[in-house]
């Protein structure tokens, strides 16, 4: 696992982009405060850039460094969730601005596996997490369904057995700074 964080860590400083395994489905990742990179996700995914994509932190730390704001609300679903959670937030900071939705707000999950957790600590910033299809097509839920095209748009497959034997997007959660809490996606 070292090999393949350390890998992952030269393309992502690099401004590449990385397949891997989230806590979740297998992901697309690239800097989250590159705006270069956001932008070739952008274009490997054939998707708009006004459609905002999930970024991930390794701890509530650098969730606290990345949004003007936390709501005490968010530290309790985080610890209540009994899936990965993904909370949309008011006010990012320091991330690329082609990453932040027109509303100033940005999905942000504080990853729950080992392998996300060590490279992001490792790089040191948060990563973009965006599931590894071209945009409408269907979630590939495990690396064999993941396409051709996704497999040879990015600079870096990472090398690691399927650990989520039963993967399925994160649940997303919108919260306001005026207290407002909405489900977007169970």
Known sequence: MIEEINNCNKVLQ??????????????IGCDATNPEAVKKVYALKKR??????????ANQAMLERHVKEVPEV???IMDLAT?????????????????????NTLA???ASDKFCQYLINKFRKPIVSTSANISGNPTPKQFKDIEEEILKGVDYVVNL????I????SSIIKLS??????????
């Open 74 to 76: 968010a530290y309790d």
């Open 161 to 164: 057995p399927e650990e989520n």
């Open 48 to 57: 708009e850039d006004t459609k905002a994509l999930i970024c991930l932190v």
């Open 177 to 186: 700074n005026d207290g407002q809490v909405k489900v977007i996606r169970e």
């Open 108 to 110: 942000i999950r504080v």
């Open 166 to 169: 039963n993967p399925s997007p």
């Open 83 to 103: 899936k990965p959670t993904t909370i949309v937030f008011d006010e990012p900071i320091g991330i690329a601005s082609n990453l932040v939705a027109e509303d």
């Open 14 to 27: 690099e401004g590449g982009l990385i397949l891997y395994p989230t806590d979740t489905v297998w992901g």
